[in-house]
């Protein structure tokens, strides 16, 4: 129900921490130097994600709702899960699903390891911030984007000019310290270029129904989608 303004509201779903707006701050705060000191910590960057990005995800919603197909996300709220992956072992392999599917077995991963959304004040746009989280490796295959600390840099730059949400920049700010000078040259020289004509060229990425394309053509999609591709590492002069 209402609360006062320290209070802290009642669960709104099942995994809702709620927090007075004093303790989201200082979540926010903490959350931010950790992550900017490890930007490998899943945990504190989705919180930060969580504690700082309602505006920009509120946002996204909007977006979202003005499509067809974004609306049909919200309405239908797909889940990505481990069950979701096993489904498209048998796609052919230049299918997006079959892409997917090769991505993350390849690397080892697996759509549940994801923390759950815990801090967002709006059961809808908690749901939002879990889809945002969920397809995120659907934009590594889109893009053709690598999982290396320079692919993921420049991912979380594409995904910031796409959703407005601060953590992205904020790990793109803590992820440079980690960098050799040659790959931060080539991070800000060609990387971030291509982040955001890429992001600024395709479809809105949150408003798209992937499930109902895991079986159409990689390539197809791409052109759908108008797709820039990652430029590969060993093709730039440095």
């Known amino acids: 129900g209402p609360v006062g303004r320290w209070g802290a509201a009642g ?13 989201k701050a200082a979540l926010a705060v903490g959350s931010a130097v950790g992550a900017l000191a490890s930007p490998e910590r899943a945990d504190l960057v989705a919180a930060l994600g969580e504690t700082t990005g309602e505006a920009a995800l509120e946002k996204t919603r909007q977006r979202m709702l003005s499509t067809r197909e974004g609306r049909a996300v919200i309405n239908h709220r797909p889940r990505i899960k481990e069950s979701t992956l096993l489904q498209l072992e048998s796609l052919p ?7 997917y599917w090769k991505f993350m077995n390849r690397r080892g991963f697996s759509p549940d390891e994801r923390p759950p959304v815990r801090f967002v004040d709006d059961e809808e746009l908690a749901y939002v911030a879990t889809r945002y989280r969920e397809v995120h490796d659907f934009w590594h295959v ?13 991912l979380k730059t594409l995904e910031y000019q796409q959703t407005g949400l601060p953590m992205c920049a904020l790990s793109v700010l803590g992820g440079q ?9 080539i991070l800000f020289r060609h990387y971030v270029p ?45």
């Open 177 to 185: 310290m980690k960098l050799s000078g040659t790959n931060r040259r």
């Open 93 to 99: 392999e230049n299918t997006f699903g079959g892409m």
């Open 11 to 23: 669960k709104l779903y099942a995994s809702h921490v709620p927090l007075s707006a004093f303790q």
């Open 142 to 154: 889109i893009f053709d984007c690598p999982t290396t600390i320079l692919g993921e840099l420049a």
């Open 194 to 238: 291509w982040a955001l004509q890429a992001a600024r060229r395709s479809t809105h990425l949150m408003s798209i129904e992937y499930e109902k394309h895991f079986d159409r053509d990689l390539e197809e999609c791409r052109e759908a989608w108008n797709v820039l591709p990652c430029p590969k590492r060993e093709t730039l002069v440095t």
